[in-house]
């Protein structure tokens, strides 16, 4: 048998063959490092392709965790023991009455609103950051958060028994702070937006020596968003779908999941096969939406403002690679107002029982206006991806679903509220019809 690894010791095994700055290929070792020191450019892990060619199969992929370290020969870590919190695996739902209420032939979801420990896919990037930033000896972790950021790193440090502090804006969302102090990190909350949040860390990351998972060790924190990739893959039975629709912040996840399919085309475990990109952004912050249709290859930074905090970045890193992305592969960048969001978030609770927070609200209201638009094919496969859960941002609804009918704990009480409620839906389905 062929000796398939790049490197083994002491129960290591790796096909990480460095760090590559994204613009000039220059080569460093994986180090907490991830700025190109001759040209400032981004740095991205590099495999040994031809060794993941040799040692990965289906079958090996299928005999590991239900997790997203079935996938580890491609994630940048060494250890055989991961921090595995049952990140990963997330429902892929076939969703046919959506599909019906947009005029969609094959419509899926991608649920990450249910993802482990947290119930949003920053799980995924954080689980690989702790991972490699306990293998470089980190003992405290951090991040700068629009909220589920800080959320993932909070729990999954308590997991593993690292120190934590995080910082977010200050204006975040209740249930954001509160599913983040539970867990007893520090947390900051900065009297600014997440950009000067952003900011204010990348210079505590120079004077305190800890792991900030999104600034000195992104290249290997980018890489968990494979894994969205990988697992549509496989869950379509090894086959990638015609178009894929998925929310941008910085525009990381996006670029990443396209990294996912190539990765498993080049290794031979799909087909060849052109997908294309459409990307999801808030009027209220749509940097790279407003390149896209301006037909710019820059992004110029903007002031977010927003109820889709968790996807507010005015300044996105990966803008202009989103951009890139959505360009060659065929796709659409595309945003919606406020109002269209809360729209979407409804859309897909009553047509699919989902209750997804701002940033699917978002996701759901681009895919309906491309599809209006016909942007998407009704033919296509087309896969969408849900990153976030709806209990952790219920201020944005507030108001706009209803309230529950109060009755006395007694039969008629019951039989009339149900007669007026029912007198209700008549005269609604009327205003529809006229
Ligand atoms: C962070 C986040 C995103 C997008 O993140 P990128 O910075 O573009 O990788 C999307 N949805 C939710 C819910 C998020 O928390």
């Given at each position: 048998m062929t000796q398939a690894i790049t490197t083994q010791n002491q129960g290591k095994t790796t096909h990480v063959k460095g760090l590559q700055c994204k613009e000039c290929g220059a080569e460093y070792e994986a180090k907490a490092i991830h700025v190109?020191?001759?040209?400032f450019g981004p740095l991205e892990v590099a495999y040994d392709y031809d060794a993941l060619r040799r040692s990965v199969t289906r079958e090996s992929i299928q005999a590991g965790p239900l997790s997203i370290w079935r996938y580890r020969a491609f994630l940048p870590v060494e250890t055989e023991n991961p921090i595995d919190v049952g990140t990963g695996m997330t429902p892929l739902v076939r969703a046919n009455r959506l599909a019906r209420r947009l005029g969609l032939k094959k419509l899926y979801i991608k649920n990450d609103a249910v993802n482990m420990p947290t119930l949003s896919f920053k799980d995924r990037v954080v689980s690989v950051a702790l991972t490699r930033a306990r293998e470089l000896g980190f003992t405290t972790v951090s991040c700068a958060s629009t909220g589920n950021l800080a959320n993932s790193t909070a729990a999954i440090a308590a997991h593993a028994g690292l120190d934590c502090c995080v910082f977010i804006p200050a204006d975040l969302e209740a249930g954001k702070v509160l599913g983040t102090l539970i867990y007893g990190p520090t947390v900051m909350a900065v009297q600014g937006n997440y950009d000067q949040v952003n900011r204010l860390c990348c210079e505590v990351a120079n004077t305190q020596g800890w792991g900030f998972v999104n600034i000195n060790l992104r290249p290997y924190y980018s890489e968990g968003s494979k894994t969205l990739g990988y697992e549509v893959a496989e869950q379509l039975g090894w086959e990638l779908p015609d178009h894929i629709v998925a929310p941008l912040a910085s525009g990381s996840l996006f670029t990443k999941i396209y990294k996912g399919f190539q990765e498993f085309i080049n290794v031979g475990l799909v087909a060849d096969k052109s997908v294309r990109f459409s990307g999801a952004q808030a009027d209220g912050c749509s940097p790279i939406a407003q390149a896209f249709r301006e037909n710019r290859d820059f992004v110029q930074p903007v002031k977010p403002s927003t109820i889709?905090?968790?996807?507010?970045?005015?300044?996105?890193?990966?803008g202009i690679y989103a951009l890139e992305v959505a360009r060659k592969t065929g796709g659409n960048i595309e945003s919606v107002n406020d109002a269209e969001i809360v729209e979407g978030m409804k859309l897909l609770a009553e047509t699919e029982g989902i209750f997804t927070e701002t940033a699917g609200g978002t996701t759901i209201a681009v895919l309906k206006k491309l599809v209006e638009a016909g942007?998407?094919?009704?033919e296509e496969t087309t896969v969408v991806y849900i990153t976030g859960n709806g209990l952790k941002t219920q201020e944005a609804v507030q108001g706009y679903i209803g309230e529950p009918l109060t009755i006395e704990p007694k039969l008629d009480s019951f039989e009339r509220a149900l007669e007026r409620s029912r007198t209700l839906e008549r005269l609604d389905w009327q205003q529809v019809l006229v």
């Amino acid at each position: 048998m062929t000796q398939a690894i790049t490197t083994q010791n002491q129960g290591k095994t790796t096909h990480v063959k460095g760090l590559q700055c994204k613009e000039c290929g220059a080569e460093y070792e994986a180090k907490a490092i991830h700025v190109c020191e001759f040209c400032f450019g981004p740095l991205e892990v590099a495999y040994d392709y031809d060794a993941l060619r040799r040692s990965v199969t289906r079958e090996s992929i299928q005999a590991g965790p239900l997790s997203i370290w079935r996938y580890r020969a491609f994630l940048p870590v060494e250890t055989e023991n991961p921090i595995d919190v049952g990140t990963g695996m997330t429902p892929l739902v076939r969703a046919n009455r959506l599909a019906r209420r947009l005029g969609l032939k094959k419509l899926y979801i991608k649920n990450d609103a249910v993802n482990m420990p947290t119930l949003s896919f920053k799980d995924r990037v954080v689980s690989v950051a702790l991972t490699r930033a306990r293998e470089l000896g980190f003992t405290t972790v951090s991040c700068a958060s629009t909220g589920n950021l800080a959320n993932s790193t909070a729990a999954i440090a308590a997991h593993a028994g690292l120190d934590c502090c995080v910082f977010i804006p200050a204006d975040l969302e209740a249930g954001k702070v509160l599913g983040t102090l539970i867990y007893g990190p520090t947390v900051m909350a900065v009297q600014g937006n997440y950009d000067q949040v952003n900011r204010l860390c990348c210079e505590v990351a120079n004077t305190q020596g800890w792991g900030f998972v999104n600034i000195n060790l992104r290249p290997y924190y980018s890489e968990g968003s494979k894994t969205l990739g990988y697992e549509v893959a496989e869950q379509l039975g090894w086959e990638l779908p015609d178009h894929i629709v998925a929310p941008l912040a910085s525009g990381s996840l996006f670029t990443k999941i396209y990294k996912g399919f190539q990765e498993f085309i080049n290794v031979g475990l799909v087909a060849d096969k052109s997908v294309r990109f459409s990307g999801a952004q808030a009027d209220g912050c749509s940097p790279i939406a407003q390149a896209f249709r301006e037909n710019r290859d820059f992004v110029q930074p903007v002031k977010p403002s927003t109820i889709a905090k968790s996807i507010a970045i005015g300044n996105p890193a990966d803008g202009i690679y989103a951009l890139e992305v959505a360009r060659k592969t065929g796709g659409n960048i595309e945003s919606v107002n406020d109002a269209e969001i809360v729209e979407g978030m409804k859309l897909l609770a009553e047509t699919e029982g989902i209750f997804t927070e701002t940033a699917g609200g978002t996701t759901i209201a681009v895919l309906k206006k491309l599809v209006e638009a016909g942007k998407i094919d009704p033919e296509e496969t087309t896969v969408v991806y849900i990153t976030g859960n709806g209990l952790k941002t219920q201020e944005a609804v507030q108001g706009y679903i209803g309230e529950p009918l109060t009755i006395e704990p007694k039969l008629d009480s019951f039989e009339r509220a149900l007669e007026r409620s029912r007198t209700l839906e008549r005269l609604d389905w009327q205003q529809v019809l006229v």
